[in-house]
């Protein structure tokens, strides 16, 4: 008898550690730096999130679409497929575009940010269908 109590709470615990994790969203973390990669999930999981990683765009194609995130990080500068790419295939998904997109760039230079504000006007514009009226970012 007291087996099969015991039995029944490890049961219970174990159902409710489930719904706790599923419960908690998942992030996935998309970057070429292992550095980069673990500093990210490091801060992510101590604030109570799940995350799963991946080396490259991708790597970071093929997790999201077999997961369900409820938030994207991405680097830009990465092998096989760059974050702007990733960025925009999953844009274009219909069971994907809602996901959040966090670009994190380890780049200052103003050209770099520069060119990251005109594809993420184009990116916008292709897909409101509003393209001329968004106001050039650079005549401001």
Known sequence: L???GRRLTI???ARKEEAQRRARKRVLVVDD???????????LSSRGYLVDVAVDGSDGWNAVRGGDYALV????????????ELTRRIKQDANLRKIP????????REED???GLERALRALELETGIGNLVPDARER
């Open 73 to 84: 990080i991405t680097d830009v500068d990465m092998p096989r497929m760059n974050g702007i």
């Open 2 to 4: 007291l087996h099969q």
């Open 101 to 108: 997109i966090m670009i994190v760039s380890y780049k200052d």
């Open 33 to 43: 730096s292992r550095t980069v990669r673990e500093v990210e999930r490091g801060l």
């Open 113 to 115: 940010r520069q060119r």
């Open 11 to 13: 049961r219970v615990t």
